[in-house]
Structures are given as C-alpha cells and as structure tokens.
DNA sequence: TAGGCCATCTGGTCCT
DNA sequence: AGGACCAGATGGCCTA
C-alpha cells in the first residue's frame, strides 16, 4: 500500500514501482506520440536520479538540435539565454510533478483511510476507488437515515442502502462483510424476489435486526469476538483477513467502531480497530454506541437520543 | 484479449 | 511567480 512519506521511488516491493520504472524507460525509449522528446526528460529519471543523464548529454542534444535546424535553415536566435530558462522551465516541471505526485498520494492516504471506516474492508480485496466513494456515500446516507427516523432498519433494507449504486463485486462483498448471502436478496424461500440494486423490487424482512437470520436461518454471527480485538489495526493480518473479509462491523453493532490509537494523517497509518461493544443491554451500552479512538463524540449522544427515550 | 483500475505526466486554470 | 487543483492522455497490471 502506499504511504504518504513514502515516495514510489523508494519502495522496491511495490508492484506499482516495477510499473514506474518500466514506465520511464518506455518513455525514455518512446516518447508519446504528438509530444516533443524534450517533454519527456521527466521520464529519464527525477528526484535526484536522473539516470546518468548529465550537462554534457544535454549539450550533446543542443548541438543535434542546432544541426537540426541548421538542415533546416533554421537558426535559434539567443539560445544561450533560452538554455537558462529552458532548465527552469524543465525543473519547474519536474518540481511540478513531484507535487503532484505526493498530492495524489496524499489523495490516495485519505481514500484508503476511507476504507476503513467504511463497512466493508479487507486487506485482501481492496475496494477501488469509485466503489469507495460510493459505499461511502451510501453509508453517510444510510446513517443519516438512521438519526433523523430514530429507527433500525432491518438488515436487508439496511444493506440495499448500502448497496445502492454499486457493482455486483462489492455488493457481494458488502454482504458478506454484514454475513448476509447474497443469495438472500435474489430469492427467499417464500418466492418472493428482491434486489439489491435500485429500481428492484424492496424487501422488508421480518427480520429483526437483533435476530436478523437473513441467511436461510443462520443467525447473524456478530463480529465482535475476541480475535478482531487481537488485531492491533486493520493493516495487521487478521482472521477475518486471513478469510477474505474483514467487516469492521456486524450488524448488530453497525456503528460501534471503536478507533483507538492515535489518527496521524501524515503518515495515514491509521490502525483502525472495530470491535463491537453493541452487546448492547449486557454492557450498558447502546448499539449505536460509537467510539472512535478513545473519543466519545458527541454523535455518540445524538446516536443514543433515540433509543432512550 | 478486452475492459477495469491505477499511477504518472502534462498543460491549463485559478488563487495567493 | 509559484503552488494547488483538475482533467486528459498514456501505459502497465490484472482478471474474466
């Protein structure tokens, strides 16, 4: 994964590195088509590693450019000044570059911190990027849902919420992060059909969520047990990794996630850790109880208004 | 092999 | 002038 203090030219074991060193000789060799060679000096190396390119290369291609143009007719007029601003303009451009690089990285940090707080993560099967953004969306969605109503929705609305708008992939594995089968939302035993995708026919379950049994009666396994607790974050191998999926959430505890090492978003080395407290009665809390690293927010109160009254 | 996803480069635009 | 942001282009990797 990359991280934000990390450039790619230090990480030899991303594959993406491999890609971007095989990119820059590509482009070295051939430059794209419709742009002049000189566009791609980025490409013969930057940040300090310019691939033994020197001054005197460059000179070299001076004087084939002057050839070129003498062929030509054609005379540079003031080139020993243009040189001067040339190799500004150039690192400028190799400067703008780098900052464009480190921004979207940055971006990158930022997405894959959403990752993890959204209901579906796993380090084995990463969400891309607009399938992030969406389930995202529909999460916030669904949550606001939740405050304004003051009611639970039952699982499978719950989970078409969540699902709105997005491919048959990550429906599936939301689903299966919420231990729902899929297969649940195509047919039920009655005949009845629904769907998750828009448009299809809604379905209400009987089901409560407390006792939601979505999967041909299989109870809801919570995933609240201690070996999710043993994970020290979400980047560290964990059995629910180890098994495809690692939902932060069951939905018993939709929102109990509890963050509890110290955000640094600089480094984006979160370390979320999801454990559900949502035991709700037992423990004295309500299952919407939301920590988040250590931190009772105030939505924890707005979250719990509902339910205590 | 096509399509999806991604990282990167690049030039343009806007803002400070 | 320089930085941030954005979108288009390009090419690599992976998977169905």
Redesign the pocket.
Known sequence: ??TCDE???SRTS???????A??????SV???????P??????RG?DGERGGRDEEEEEEEEEEEGEVEQACGLRRRGSHKKKGSQD??RL?????????????????CA?DSLRKVVPCYSNMQ???????LRLAKNYIWALGDILSTGKRPDLLTFVQTLCKGL?Q??TNLVAGCLQLNTRSFVSEPGGESFSLYPGSQHHHGPEGVGSSSADSGRPLRPFCGSALYDSPSPDSPSPLDAATLSPPINFNGIFSLKHEEPVDYRSCHYGLRYCSISQGSSAGLSPYDIHLRGQFYQVQEELNKPFHN
């Not at 991303?14 to 971007?20: E, G, L, N």
């Open positions: 994964m990359l450039p790619p030219s991303d594959p993406f590195r491999a890609s971007w095989t990119n820059q000789l590509v482009r051939k430059p794209e088509p419709g742009r002049a000189e566009d791609t000096f980025e490409s930057e500004r303009v400028r451009r190799i400067e703008a570059n780098t900052r464009e690089r480190n921004r979207m990285h940055g971006l990158n997405l990463k969400l891309s990027k607009i399938e992030t491919s992939p990550t």
